[in-house]
């Protein structure tokens, strides 16, 4: 049996005109045939439904048939999808390593349209708290810094305490070298020099880190920037994602980690990376698995200079 006839088969229970008695004899129809074709108009005759219905029945099998082959091609979405839309677009996010999915990031950053800084003054706030003293038993309250950075290298540090008065600390112009006043050079090669500087990063990756660290607490950088920061990350042995994580409710990231020993101390050190503008969102710090210093960056960005 053919396709056509399983069909017809199977839709003819739901066929009100397939159990029609009242058929015109054939004169009847000849009479009607003859009348159509020499009036062009509706007599107001009887009018016999027979193919309008078998046509209504043969869209709703094809409209049946349609939905149960679209069933049959596409994918159960998962249930995420059904809530919460994705976003436009995104970079890797699967089990690729640490190396692989930072410079996926930074690739991906690069194709996006890059706009100008709002002007030369950089901006970088950062909550930081840190545990000190011998055996780690004070610990520091949670604090603000806030620096200024102008174009000729001169800075403004701001740092705020809980129930205390802002301190303010101008420093001048004129650091040459790598410091977090030097300017960043131009260019992805000229930057990682300048940014390695010092530092053997397969030797002394936890220096490395450290340099990252220093950097991203002080300076805002471009999109560009971020993009040639990430590359020179990709470069630091032994970085391992650890998977999404967050920074208070509206700040999420993936999580990369390196572990050190130090002084016979097992030395975690986490950054937190937001995949989709390649900005480097907190670093924490762990000793023997207990926290001993975090800092959460706040703003980055960049400032007209002020008239």
């Given at each position: 049996?053919?396709?056509?006839?399983?069909?017809?088969?199977?839709?003819?229970?739901?066929?009100?005109?397939?159990?029609?008695?009242?058929?015109?004899?054939?004169?009847?129809?000849?009479?009607?045939?003859?009348?159509?074709?020499?009036?062009?108009?509706?007599?107001?005759?009887?009018?016999?439904?027979?193919?309008?219905?078998?046509?209504?029945?043969?869209?709703?099998?094809?409209?049946?048939?349609?939905?149960?082959?679209?069933?049959?091609?596409?994918?159960?979405?998962?249930?995420?999808?059904?809530?919460?839309?994705?976003?436009?677009?995104?970079?890797?996010?699967?089990?690729?390593?640490?190396?692989?999915?930072?410079?996926?990031?930074?690739?991906?950053?690069?194709?996006?349209?890059?706009?100008?800084?709002?002007?030369?003054?950089?901006?970088?706030?950062?909550?930081?708290?840190?545990?000190?003293?011998?055996?780690?038993?004070?610990?520091?309250?949670?604090?603000?810094?806030?620096?200024?950075?102008?174009?000729?290298?001169?800075?403004?540090?701001?740092?705020?305490?809980p129930g205390q008065a802002p301190t303010v600390q101008d420093t001048p112009s004129?650091?040459?070298?790598?410091?977090?006043?030097?300017?960043?050079?131009?260019?992805?090669?000229?930057?990682?020099?300048?940014?390695?500087?010092?530092?053997?990063?397969?030797?002394?990756?936890?220096?490395?880190?450290?340099?990252?660290?220093?950097?991203?607490?002080?300076?805002?950088?471009?999109?560009?920037?971020?993009?040639?920061?990430?590359?020179?990350?990709?470069?630091?042995?032994?970085?391992?994602?650890?998977?999404?994580?967050?920074?208070?409710?509206?700040?999420?990231?993936?999580?990369?980690?390196?572990?050190?020993?130090?002084?016979?101390?097992?030395?975690?050190?986490?950054?937190?990376?937001?995949?989709?503008?390649?900005?480097?969102?907190?670093?924490?710090?762990?000793?023997?698995?207990?926290?001993?210093?975090?800092?959460?960056?706040?703003?980055?960005?960049?400032?007209?200079?002020?008239?």
């Amino acid at each position: 049996m053919g396709a056509e006839e399983e069909l017809r088969r199977l839709l003819a229970p739901l066929d009100p005109a397939a159990r029609a008695t009242d058929w015109p004899d054939p004169a009847d129809r000849a009479a009607d045939l003859h009348r159509i074709l020499t009036t062009g108009t509706d007599t107001g005759g009887p009018r016999y439904r027979r193919r309008p219905v078998l046509a209504g029945v043969g869209v709703t099998a094809a409209v049946i048939t349609s939905v149960t082959a679209v069933g049959l091609l596409l994918p159960e979405l998962p249930a995420q999808h059904t809530t919460l839309p994705p976003p436009a677009r995104t970079v890797p996010v699967d089990d690729a390593p640490a190396p692989d999915w930072l410079r996926s990031v930074a690739d991906w950053q690069d194709t996006k349209p890059q706009s100008p800084p709002a002007g030369p003054v950089e901006q970088v706030r950062r909550e930081e708290w840190r545990a000190v003293g011998f055996g780690m038993v004070h610990q520091q309250p949670p604090h603000e810094t806030e620096v200024l950075h102008r174009p000729d290298g001169s800075r403004r540090i701001t740092v705020s305490w809980p129930g205390q008065a802002p301190t303010v600390q101008d420093t001048p112009s004129g650091s040459t070298g790598y410091s977090p006043a030097a300017p960043i050079p131009d260019g992805e090669a000229a930057f990682t020099a300048w940014l390695w500087q010092g530092i053997d990063v397969a030797c002394e990756p936890a220096a490395a880190l450290e340099a990252v660290r220093n950097l991203v607490r002080d300076r805002a950088l471009t999109a560009r920037q971020r993009s040639w920061l990430l590359r020179a990350l990709s470069q630091v042995p032994g970085l391992h994602r650890d998977g999404p994580a967050g920074d208070g409710p509206s700040r999420a990231g993936e999580l990369l980690s390196r572990v050190d020993e130090v002084a016979g101390r097992r030395v975690r050190h986490t950054l937190l990376i937001n995949q989709y503008d390649a900005r480097i969102l907190r670093y924490e710090e762990f000793s023997d698995g207990a926290k001993v210093a975090y800092e959460s960056y706040l703003v980055s960005t960049h400032l007209p200079l002020a008239g």
